[in-house]
T-cell receptor
Framework: QKEVEQNSGPLSVPEGAIASLNCTYS??????FFWYRQYSGKSPELIMS????GDKEDGRFTAQLNKASQYVSLLIRDSQPSDSATYLC???????????????FGKGTKLSVIP | EAGVVQSPRYKIIEKKQPVAFWCNPI?????LYWYRQNLGQGPELLIR????????DSQLPKDRFSAERLKGVDSTLKIQPAELGDSAVYLC???????????FGEGSRLTVL
């Protein structure tokens, strides 16, 4: 079982709509969760972090966390063509081989915002 | 403030040849990471340093990969000998402390022929 699961997409939304990106994770003990954006041919950049259950808003972005369901999501309001990218969910997961937490990434969801 | 610097950006080698990648993290960032990203996949951790100590190298293929972090600043990742399956983007990242909010370099794209 993959430790961080995302729907690989592509997810297509019209400009101005809300894009909803979802992620599930396997480790119930995980305490910190991140969303990274990766444009084609570029490296990932951090856009949101969330540590507590509930919602966290930053501009057009809202991260949502439900630890009981082991689920984290990212909402992008008023989607713009410039939001077209791959969105990577990352979770700190206890790695048995290492005995410490590792920031583990999902495969990413490719988002296309159609003008 | 300068970001994470990596070199080279691109490298093409034949299989069985050695290759090395260099990374200079953001000043003051104690934690340095090397990730590998294959096409269509998320980054996978190879090694994490806290200052000059490798605290997590559980996923580093130690038969052919090695890494060092000189004086707790710059780091070098080496592959010897390279195999076809090593073709990927090698990403260096740094953070102030712990496996949290990472800043990535531009990556080094390796092609093994």
């Amino acid at each position: 079982q993959k430790e961080v699961e995302q729907n690989s997409g592509p997810l297509s939304v019209p400009e101005g709509a809300i894009a909803s990106l979802n992620c599930t994770y396997s480790d119930r003990g995980s305490q910190s969760f991140f969303w990274y954006r990766q444009y084609s041919g570029k490296s990932p950049e951090l856009i949101m972090s969330i540590y507590s259950n509930g919602d966290k808003e930053d501009g057009r972005f809202t991260a949502q966390l439900n630890k009981a369901s082991q689920y984290v999501s990212l909402l992008i309001r008023d989607s713009q063509p410039s939001d077209s990218a791959t969105y990577l969910c990352a979770v700190n997961i206890l790695a048995s081989g290492a005995g410490s937490y590792q920031l583990t990434f999902g495969k990413g969801t490719k988002l296309s915002v159609i003008p | 403030e300068a970001g994470v610097v990596q070199s080279p950006r691109y490298k093409i080698i034949e299989k069985k040849q050695p290759v090395a990648f260099w990374c200079n993290p953001i000043s003051g960032h104690n934690t340095l990471y090397w990730y590998r990203q294959n096409l269509g996949q998320g980054p996978e951790l190879l090694i994490r340093y806290e200052n000059e100590e490798a605290v997590d190298d559980s996923q580093l293929p130690k038969d052919r990969f090695s890494a060092e972090r000189l004086k707790g600043v710059d780091s070098t990742l080496k592959i010897q000998p390279a195999e076809l399956g090593d073709s990927a983007v090698y990403l260096c990242a740094s953070s102030f402390s712990g496996p949290g909010e990472l800043f990535f370099g531009e990556g080094s794209r390796l092609t093994v022929l």
